[in-house]
């Protein structure tokens, strides 16, 4: 039997109480009894079933020499921060879901985890219960692993696809989140793209083993995705996703996070709601798919405990996960290839061809665009489409279309495919 303390006991801090409690048989019988001794908060918790076991005091946990794994699940990257670091400099494990910490601090955790005969997993820092750093980790390790290109946040996810579904405005679609609690009162990290950001940042940091800043990877938000991109989209028989992705080409990582249309044959195109999916190329296994829920009080537990398990049966030594505090030298994300769908005023579309080609058009004539797409009638105007049209581009380079871009009147926006 392994004592444990939970660091935090809101949404996450609970789910790995409970799942401990509801599984613990099964939890045995596969790795290791878990028993959760302490549960730090500030708050109490009267006439919860494991009220006894919360201590306002952090100091009573790190007297206790029973205390061999912590599970960290209070976020932000203060306090968490400090504890995390005392415990593994005093040889305890930790675990935790807190992505935030793990970007900016993971490798030098990591590295006074392997200092201490101890270890720090965070599974449940990307994807939520699916288990992708795992896969990485251990199920790839034979692999080199060329890309990696999924959807990485739920609630940008849960957003898109009742813009898509039901026809709601960005904005109407975001109050829906808030209100069914997938999204944040201040939902920036999400809508601004830095959640899926600071995890493709960690998973590519895993792949090179180097630290991959997600500061120097760009990103593009969701807040102006439109009724009408979606209209356009559809018509492409695709939708659009909020996309994380990473190459590893000539062994720097090219990572960027956008909006990007999902035709048909994308596996991805399929992954709605809250759920997550990541594909990831490697040179032996080819494509694989991972899909599940992304984030969610025990989805997110279920991953943090399974890391509690493995931390609880490796007790005296590091499980590696080869990611050093150097930095990693960063490609350029302007060289990664593909096409872009390019929404543009009718009488720019001459200039527009001679300067990108035209690898299709998309050209709603009067009532088309809401015959085909039925939940845009009485959200846009009749004549929405009347002054503008799309191209898709042939495949060119970010670079490359930025600089073809440059100074052409009549560009409404731009996605990429």
Known sequence: MAAIAVLGYGTVGSGVVEVIGEN?????????????????????????????????????????????????????????????????????????????????????????????????????????????????????????IKSIYGILNGTTNYILYRMEEQGLDFAAALKEAQEMGYAEKDPTADIEGHDPCRKIAILASLVCGKKVDYSDIPMEGL?????????????LGGTIKLIAMCDFEGGKPRAIVSPRVILADNPLKSVNDVFNAALIDSDMLGLSMYYGKGAGKLATASAVVADAVECASTIGKTVKCGWTEEKAEPGDPGELKGQFLVRIKRSALKEAESR?????????????????????????????????MALVTPEMSGNEFTDKAAGLEGIIKSIRL
Do not use: Q, W
Request: aromatic share 8%; proline share 2%; charged share 25%.
């Open 24 to 144: 613990s048989e099964l939890i045995a019988g596969r790795g290791c009894s878990l028993e959760v001794k302490y549960i730090l908060d500030l708050r109490d918790f009267p006439g919860d079933k494991y009220e006894s076991l919360v201590t306002h005091d952090a100091e009573v946990i790190f007297a206790d020499p029973e205390i061999k794994v912590i599970c960290e699940t209070m976020g932000g990257t203060g306090a968490a921060y400090a504890f995390t670091k005392r415990a593994l400099e005093a040889g305890i494990s930790v675990c935790t879901s807190n992505k935030e910490l793990v970007e900016k601090h993971g490798a030098e955790l990591s590295a006074i985890a392997a200092g201490h005969s101890c270890s720090y997993l965070f599974e449940a820092s990307v994807g939520g219960g699916i288990p992708l750093i795992r896969t990485i980790r251990t199920g790839l390790v034979a692999e080199n």
């Open 223 to 235: 807040s102006d995705v439109s009724l009408m991109d979606l209209a356009y989209a559809r018509s």
């Open 356 to 388: 990108f080609g035209a690898a299709g058009k998309i050209c709603f004539e009067k009532g088309e665009a809401f015959e085909k797409y039925p939940v845009l009638k009485g959200v846009l105007a009749e004549d929405a489409f009347d002054d503008e």
